[in-house]
């Protein structure tokens, strides 16, 4: 019992410094944008309208997959319906939710993000953009599960970006990385006189399979 306390205060802590890294870095303003963890079967996520700096231990927030209150005493985010509907219908560990400046502009131009770079291919594919529906609402978690198939981020047109990972790093890692392609093509666009070249389904494939042996590997024991 006491390890599972533990877990849930270290991911409580994790989840705080991630929140806080979204407003550092100019995803969110205000309390705008909500992030969650799920530990077994709770979801630990940001409670709604409380500034990042001022959550502490004792706030700890947590639901269950239906949405009932386990833990805490702040009302979850009121866009709890998205994250609790990625959990449900993929294996999510974590998720990250911005009104990223860029990628929400890209959002009201286009239905999905053009593939202006290799990146695209670590988050599936072409990033789509979700029908736009209330926030907070079951509408919206439809059209977002819609917009993330075989893909593991999206836009929400005139509201922001979802994205979800293994690890919060991860979830957090693939926001900026769309947050930065939506700046980089917005930049090539606004160019007079000249259209931005794409990466084809091919060029993407092969910077796909590139991306999946990235980084250091551990050493295997022959």
Request: charged content about 20%.
């Amino acid at each position: 019992m006491t390890h599972h306390a533990d877990r849930l205060a270290d991911a409580w802590t994790e989840l705080v410094a991630t929140a806080r890294r979204t407003a550092a870095e100019g995803l969110v303003v205000g309390t705008s944008g909500n992030v969650s963890v799920r530990v077994k079967d709770l979801v630990l996520v940001t409670p709604s309208g409380v500034p990042y700096d001022r959550l502490g231990p004792t706030d700890t927030t947590a639901v269950d997959l239906d949405g009932n209150q386990i833990i805490g005493r702040l009302r979850a985010t009121s866009e709890l319906p998205m994250h609790l509907a990625l959990y449900r219908a993929t294996n999510a560990t974590a998720v990250v939710h911005t009104h990223a400046p860029h990628a929400t502009a890209v959002s009201t131009l286009v239905p999905e993000l053009p593939p202006v770079h290799y990146m695209t291919a670590e988050l599936g594919g072409p990033v789509r953009v979700a029908p736009y529906a209330l926030y907070g609402s079951e509408e919206l978690a439809a059209n977002m599960l819609a917009a993330l198939r075989d893909r593991t981020a999206c836009l929400l047109r005139n509201h922001g970006t979802m994205a979800y990972g293994d690890s919060l790093g991860q979830a957090l890692d693939r926001t900026t990385q769309l947050e930065w392609m939506c700046r980089v093509w917005l930049t090539a666009a606004s160019v007079p006189g000249h259209t931005p070249s794409l990466l084809s389904p091919d060029e993407l494939a092969e910077a796909g399979a590139r991306l999946r042996g990235y980084g250091q590997q551990k050493d295997r024991l022959n």
